[in-house]
Structure formats: structure tokens, C-alpha cells
């Protein structure tokens, strides 16, 4: 297992299969294997590395934007949105609520966040033991399908070619341009997309320390019947201790978290994705049953467990923009476990910075403390220190 500073290496070749991705498998557009061209094109104007939202969403903003690259070219190493994206907990949601209490410069904030006292975060949120809860805008969505559709879109009206099962092993300056060495060959490239996330240092050694992995667990579950139908949750959820949820249109739940069931070093630098850690599966179990009223735990069944990998940053903020000393070569990834709200709106600033669109950073609409500057990277990498405290609140977030 890699540390939070070193390599992290490149995706497991086996991972565990999602709740998102087993049960839209059959109905996907770009299935296991697939290529827009059997060989693997040996020159393009952009090259994106991965298939998630981050690189999915790049491209697209690149390909329906003005002067668009003629040609562009994504490589996955496992299939179509295999990684962390089609992992998740479903959630979209912002951070604001807990990060900018004390900034109100930039107008009204009424209605941003609201805090319920106990008898109303109890009622509300049906955990009787909630002793008070924030209320706020949010949403969910299915990220898989998002991004099937959103490449089929791009193959099939903006020329997008896609490979799959095609693990970049370095990326090599040549004059002005990048080699991109794979183990199908190599492919030249104008510019350079990194949208690999928690493996981003293996390509960019620079980014070591920088952004690390960091392994999650998340589950369905078949709720019991006070639970289903009229009785569903009308909310996700941002539960005790990093725990956190949200109820489909069918009933299923998605749960996710139980990350005070290990130590935290078992989690970072963890690329293990073919694989569920038996103590943080346990917990999601029984965890349900002790957060809400009228759960019975015979009614209720789990019917998925799986893994996923975060890339988490030493700040919690993700690295977006060209990087220093590699004219050419950009990066969206970091995303710090929310990359559902964010990326979005990193692809579409990145890709109008790529295509000249946006002449300076302030006209991409992106924070200035996402770009990778020299000041960043040469500032300390303090993986651990990133890590919210597990097990020390006692409050219940949900999410309308």
C-alpha cells in the first residue's frame, strides 16, 4: 500500500462492482472493451487521462466550446467510469454550510444553511438521537449514467475517441509536444488532461504529498418498509462521524462511510479497490438500525458492498489548471471527496483556459487557490493533517 506521499501506483486491474455499475451494466452505451477505433490513434490535439466525470466533462467542455480541438482522445485504464466516480454515494452537494460561516461580503446568505434545535432535528430526521441538524440545498444523482451518456454525446456529434483498457504509463516531453506511452504504444499529443485523481502523482511526480488516495466504502440497502413508499426519506443525508446517504426513487438507499471502524492509516495511500474491508462493511450493517427509529433490521438487506478510491489533497481543495514547468500538461483532480458538486464548473473553466477562451484565470470563474501553482506545490504536503476528526461530532446533516 502506497503512503500519502509516495506513487500510488495505477488502478487495480479487479475492482469491486458498484451498486451504479451493475445495474445499468446492460444498458450502458460503452460497454466492457470498448474503442471508438479498434487501434490506438497514434497522434491527437488533446489527450484526457480517465473516464470520470472529471475527464468526461472536460472533454466535452473542450469539444462544444468555441475553436474546439480537431482531435480529441480519452484514455481509461480499466472500462467507461470505472473508478471513483461510479463509486460514490450519489451525493451532490456543497461544503459551504461548514466552511464559510463567517463570510457574508458577497451578499444575503438567508437560507444558505439552517440549523435545527434537538426536538426538531429529531423530528425531522427521524434519529432519535440527534441532538440538532443543518438543513440545506443538495441533490443526487446516478454519476455512472451521467457519464455514459455524456461521452456517447461526445463520440457521437463531436468526434471523441475512446479507449478503454489503456493504462498511461508515463507522460515524456518531446519537443513541444507530449508522448503519452501506454502499453498498447504511444500516442503525441498538442496538450495533455489529467483526470486521474487519486493516482494523479504516478503521472506527476510533483503532485506526490500532494493529492492521495484514500479508500471509502459504501453499500445499498433495501429498506424496511417504514422506510419505503410514502414512508421514504425526504432528504440525503450527512449523518454522525462521516456516514452519509441518500434514498432513490425505487427505495433503495445508498450508504456510505463507516470510517471510524479502522484506523485512518488503513484508508490512506489504500488503492485497493478489489476489495471490502470486512470491519467497515460490518458497520455499515448495523449502523441504519442505530441511527433511525422504527428500523427493523430483519426487513432491511443490503444487496451491495463495494470500494472506491478518493484522491484527497493536503488542503481539501482540488488542483485544477496547467501545471508549472509542463506547458502543455493540465490536471483536474483532488476533488476531496466532492467531485459531484464541483467538477462541472473545473471542466468547463479548464477547458475554456485550454482553448483560449478564457485569456486569464480570473476569466475561467474558478477560485485562484485551485490552480497548481509553484507557491502550492512547493508549500508542505500535509496528507494526514487533511483528515476530518471521525467520531468527535454529534450533530445530523440532511440535505433537502
Not at 217 to 233: E, H, I, K, M, Q
Not at 348 to 361: D, I, N, Q
Request: hydrophobic share 35%; glycine share 12%.
Amino acid at each position: 500500500m502506497a503512503t500519502s506521499s509516495t506513487a500510488p501506483g495505477y488502478p487495480r486491474p479487479n475492482p469491486t462492482v458498484s451498486f451504479w455499475l451493475a445495474n445499468a451494466a446492460k444498458e450502458a452505451p460503452l460497454g466492457p472493451g470498448y474503442r471508438t477505433t479498434p487501434e490506438l490513434p497514434a497522434q491527437s490535439d488533446v489527450t484526457v487521462v480517465g473516464s470520470g466525470l472529471s475527464g468526461a466533462a472536460t472533454a466535452y467542455f473542450l469539444l462544444t466550446g468555441d475553436s474546439p480541438p480537431e482531435k480529441v482522445t480519452l484514455l481509461e485504464a480499466r472500462q467507461v467510469c470505472d473508478g471513483a466516480t461510479a463509486r460514490n454515494g450519489g451525493h451532490c452537494r456543497p461544503d459551504y454550510y461548514r466552511e464559510r460561516e463567517g463570510y457574508a461580503d458577497g451578499g444575503p446568505v438567508d437560507g444558505l444553511t439552517r440549523i435545527l434545535a434537538p426536538e426538531e432535528a429529531r423530528k425531522t430526521t427521524r434519529c432519535p438521537r440527534a441532538t440538532a441538524a443543518y438543513r440545506f440545498m443538495a441533490g443526487s444523482l446516478y454519476p455512472y449514467k451521467l457519464v455514459q451518456q455524456l461521452l456517447k454525446l461526445c463520440i457521437d456529434k463531436y468526434g471523441l475517441n475512446v479507449q478503454t483498457q489503456t493504462v498511461v504509463r508515463r507522460v515524456v516531453e518531446s519537443g513541444e509536444k507530449w508522448v503519452l506511452e501506454t502499453d498498447r504504444g504511444n500516442v503525441e499529443s498538442g496538450k495533455v488532461v489529467l483526470a486521474t485523481n487519486a493516482f494523479t502523482a504516478t503521472l506527476l511526480p510533483e503532485l506526490a504529498g500532494h493529492i492521495w488516495p484514500f479508500k471509502g466504502t459504501c453499500s445499498a440497502v433495501v429498506p424496511p418498509r417504514t422506510y419505503a413508499g410514502d414512508n421514504a426519506l425526504n432528504a440525503t443525508y450527512g449523518l454522525n462521524y462521516g456516514d452519509y446517504l441518500i434514498q432513490r426513487d425505487n427505495d433503495i438507499i445508498i450508504f456510505g462511510g463507516a470510517r471510524r471502524s479502522v484506523p485512518v492509516d488503513q484508508l490512506i495511500g489504500n488503492t485497493d479497490d478489489g476489495s471490502v474491508i470486512s470491519e467497515m462493511a460490518e458497520d455499515l450493517r448495523n449502523a441504519l438500525p442505530a441511527y433511525f427509529a422504527d428500523w427493523d433490521a430483519s426487513e432491511g438487506q443490503i444487496t451491495h458492498v463495494w470500494s472506491g478510491v478518493m484522491g484527497y489533497t493536503s488542503s481539501g481543495i482540488p488542483f485544477v489548471g496547467e501545471m508549472p514547468g509542463r506547458r502543455g500538461v493540465f490536471v483536474c483532480a483532488g476533488h476531496h471527496g466532492h467531485g459531484m458538486a464541483r467538477i462541472m464548473t473545473c471542466a468547463k473553466g479548464l477547458a475554456a483556459l485550454m482553448r483560449g477562451a478564457a485569456h486569464t484565470w480570473e476569466e475561467t470563474g474558478l477560485p485562484e487557490c485551485f490552480a497548481p501553482s509553484e507557491e502550492r506545490l512547493g508549500g508542505p504536503a500535509r496528507g494526514r493533517a487533511v483528515v476530518h476528526n471521525i467520531g468527535q461530532r454529534e450533530v445530523v446533516r440532511a440535505e433537502e
